[in-house]
């Protein structure tokens, strides 16, 4: 028994073209998909959560969202 024509298969000049947009279509899904995750990581925050200043309220739909409030000294603009 050709165990290598078994694994491999015949050769034809059609392959390694079928090969290339096998892979190119498997790339473009994967890109699609996952592009969001890749191009806009959000950085690590530079606070704790014992930073002065951090307040943490909830939206309307239910998101989480932390800000910072520094408060204008008395008598100076904000």
Same mark, same amino acid.
């Given at each position: 028994?050709?165990?290598r024509r078994i694994l491999i298969g015949k050769w034809s000049w059609k392959r390694p073209f079928q090969s290339i947009i096998a892979i190119y279509a498997i #790339?473009?899904?994967?890109?699609?998909?996952?592009a969001d995750r890749l191009i806009f990581q959000p950085p690590t925050a530079s606070y704790g959560a014992d930073f002065p200043? #951090?307040?943490h309220f909830q939206t309307d739909a239910g998101e989480d969202i932390a800000a910072v409030e520094f408060?204008?000294?008395p008598?100076?603009?904000t």
């Open positions: 028994m050709n165990w #790339l473009c899904i994967i890109v699609f998909f996952f200043g #951090l307040v408060p204008a000294a008598g100076m603009p």
